[in-house]
């Protein structure tokens, strides 16, 4: 990635501005960039550091769009996880999510596999998008009751087995963003986390830029470009709200906060486990669904539901958001016996609704997205706005705003599938045997399969950056692989500028039980590169130690 120089952004007037640095966002700059428009993409935060980050991390295949009878979402979900699939094998896997079956017709073994049979011909086509056999999902399948209870101690449910279907998770979804902004970067994007964009200029009825201001100096800055996207999610509309039109059409009449806990590890296999709470579906297994998912050594479980009025509180992981999801796992696992103990961290996320009437006790998560042309809906012109709603189909708002900006601008060509910059392999299985082959001796198993989820086809730069200096092979973490060069990698190659873009967004290692104690060798390599002042680098660990401790308040009730 680019070293931060921000004068760029003043020194030349853009086709294209994007606000907001995730899944949507980063998509934008990528398919901009493509086009052969000026680009430049600015976040107020870190990248992916909201919504995007705040998911499951998983790219959804849309199956559960059959118990609400959105049978295109389905299919829409099933390619758009084969786009991603196709474009960085490395940065998810296939896991096996296990839906147990019962006797009662509704959940039995029969039924759900008649909606199986169903979810296999929405997906068909979704193997020649992907593109190589090794990264087929294997066959959705059925198991005995005894099967089930070795795999996940259900003997105290009256089930009949489960089914098996698979679906992708990403070691972390901020590595997606990252690599797909790496991509576009590579082809001429201009890309800025910590820029904020704080009104527009131009006349009343026309935009010709963005009145940014740079987070990290206070410094003002000016935007000038054809056109702006405001692609900010849950956001939007507090910059939309800052039209000098009376007439902005805000799009989002609600809010919802999404909550995840990591736990000590429950299973090796993913299992969706039905809740007391109600769902929108037309056909009701029972309520709505919490996944415990494995991931990285625990247990990642989510999602609790909550909704808010505004997106400008406080978001952060709450005691009762904590006890939704652990109340949730115990009832449809007993066995699991899960308590606050086993909790290791969690995070929250917003998502928008926009739906027209909001169901306080309903989960409303629809998939749905809106592009807005702001020139036909209230007559400014030079702006759109493109608001998403899961992280799997980032990429296909981005290709349908991209209809819109080619009418705006001129531009002509297809938007067709795209491989990342970090996928420059032919064959990712091949590739992995290569590297074990050529580094096993020095690096270990663990850590070239860690490494290479992480990066990729950089997987040899990288481990250029680390062969003269022994102390960067240094674990961070105890419990877990990440060593001390991916901080000098996230600052030379990915833009971390804080302890937390470190800690949350490149290694995730803030979520996995980090010590505080641990922090301090990051903190010194990271005051070393980026040259802090001792008062910045005390600072920088203060702050990251405040949220640890907030977090682990929110779970264990301790005092932070």
């Not at 790219?59 to 769009?65: K, T």
């Not at 990729?456 to 022994?470: A, H, L, N, R, Y």
Request: proline share 2%; with cysteine.
């Amino acid at each position: 990635m680019q070293q931060r120089d921000i004068s760029k952004l003043t020194q030349t007037e853009f086709d294209v501005v994007i606000i907001g640095g995730g899944i949507s966002g980063a998509w934008l700059s990528l398919h901009c960039v493509q086009q052969g428009y000026k680009t430049a993409l600015i976040e107020r935060a870190d990248f992916a550091s909201s919504t995007s980050s705040a998911s499951s991390k998983l790219l959804h295949g849309g199956i559960r769009y059959l118990q609400q009878f959105q049978f295109d979402k389905v299919r829409e979900s099933a390619l758009e996880r084969a786009q991603y699939m196709y474009a960085a094998p490395h940065l998810s896997k296939a896991v096996p999510f296990v839906v147990p079956t019962y006797p009662d017709f509704k959940r039995s073994k029969f039924f759900l596999n008649c909606g199986m049979i169903a979810y296999r011909l929405l997906c068909l086509g979704e193997n020649r998008l992907i593109g190589s056999r090794q990264e087929n999902l294997p066959s959705i399948h059925s198991i005995k009751a005894d099967a089930l209870n070795t795999l996940c101690d259900l003997s105290q449910e009256k089930h009949t087995g489960a089914v098996v279907f698979y679906e992708r998770h990403m070691l972390d979804s901020e590595r997606m963003v990252l690599s797909i902004l790496q991509s576009a970067q590579e082809l001429g994007a201009q890309t800025f986390n910590y820029v904020s964009a704080e009104g527009f200029t131009g006349e009343d009825d026309e935009i010709t830029g963005i009145a940014a201001k740079d987070q990290l100096t206070g410094n003002k800055l000016t935007i000038a470009s054809k056109l702006v996207i405001n692609a900010a999610g849950p956001f939007i509309d507090n910059l939309n709200s800052k039209l000098k039109s009376a007439r902005h059409a805000p799009s989002i009449n609600g809010f919802a906060v999404g909550s995840h806990i990591v736990t000590r590890q429950l299973c090796d296999h993913a299992i969706a486990l039905t809740t007391k709470h109600q769902s929108n579906a037309k056909v009701d297994r029972g309520g709505r669904h919490v996944f415990v998912i494995p991931w990285r050594g625990h247990s990642l479980i989510g999602t609790s539901y909550d909704e808010i009025d505004s997106p400008n509180g406080d978001i952060s992981i709450q005691a009762d958001h904590v006890e939704q999801l652990l109340e949730a796992v115990n009832d449809g696992w007993p066995s699991a016996k899960l308590t606050r103990s086993d909790i290791v961290s969690g995070y929250s996320g917003l998502y928008p609704l926009h739906t027209e009437n909001i169901k306080n006790t309903v989960y409303q998560g629809s998939g749905e997205y809106q592009i807005i042309d702001h020139q036909q809906a209230n007559g400014v012109s030079g702006m759109i706005t493109a608001l998403g709603a899961k992280f799997t189909t980032g990429r296909k708002i981005s290709a349908l705003t991209m209809t819109l900006i080619n009418r705006r601008l001129g531009g002509s060509k297809k938007i067709s599938k795209t491989r990342l910059c970090s996928a420059d392999y032919e064959n990712f299985t091949a590739y992995r045997q290569n590297k074990l082959n050529e580094y096993q001796d020095q690096l270990g198993t663990e850590l070239i399969d860690h490494l290479l989820m992480l990066y990729g086809s950089q997987f040899d730069q990288f481990v250029e950056t680390i062969k003269s200096e022994p102390a960067l092979r240094q674990k961070i973490c105890s419990s877990q692989p990440d060593i001390l060069g991916q901080v000098t990698w996230a600052i030379t190659h990915e833009q971390a500028l804080t302890l937390d873009d470190v800690l949350y967004g490149r290694t995730s290692l803030g979520l996995l039980g980090i010590h505080a104690d641990e922090l301090l060798p990051i903190a010194d390599t990271m005051a070393e590169l980026l040259r802090w002042s001792e008062q910045e680098r005390k600072q920088q660990l203060e702050r990251s130690v405040k949220r640890l401790l907030s977090t682990d308040k929110a779970i264990h009730g301790q005092q932070a």
